[in-house]
């Protein structure tokens, strides 16, 4: 199930903020998915990695009124999901179920306000560059 995919990369992105060398996470994280759910748990990692500086700057520009330092680390690391998924999978998958899912992450692991703000954030994003 692709949710369970989506909340692996989720923890291993949150983890690497505080023990950025620990590859064999991930691996522990995804040990029980499906193949297919695994590659999509990859592909995700894998973008989030490479384009993480970049996905950083546009939710910082999306978050009027709040500085990138004030942002929550789960609702940044539930955004980078969302914002990886769908640059990856925007032509697979729809928006709305993009969005939902990145504000179930930031309901389960985050804040009361967490799915307001990540929804805004979610629903205003619309650039893969």
């Known amino acids: ?6 909340e692996a990369v ?3 992105i949150y983890s ?3 023990n950025p060398s620990d590859e064999g996470l991930f691996d522990v994280l995804v040990k029980d998915l499906d193949v297919e ?7 995700l990692k894998d973008e989030i990695i490479l384009n993480e500086e970049k996905y950083l700057s546009e939710m910082s520009q999306l978050s009027i009124g709040y500085k990138l330092n004030r942002i929550y680390s789960a609702d ?4 980078l999901v969302g914002f990886s998924e769908y640059c990856l ?3 697979k998958t729809p928006k709305i179920v993009i969005i939902d899912e990145t504000v179930k992450l930031a309901a389960k692991y985050s804040s009361d306000n967490s799915p307001d703000f990540v929804n805004g954030i979610m629903a205003s ?3 893969c560059k």
């Open 37 to 43: 759910d695994k590659l999509f748990a990859k592909q």
């Open 1 to 6: 199930m692709r949710t369970l995919a989506r």
């Open 125 to 127: 994003y619309t650039e």
């Open 89 to 91: 999978f925007k032509d």
């Open 10 to 12: 989720f923890k291993y």
């Open 76 to 79: 940044k690391c539930a955004l």
């Open 16 to 18: 690497r903020l505080f």
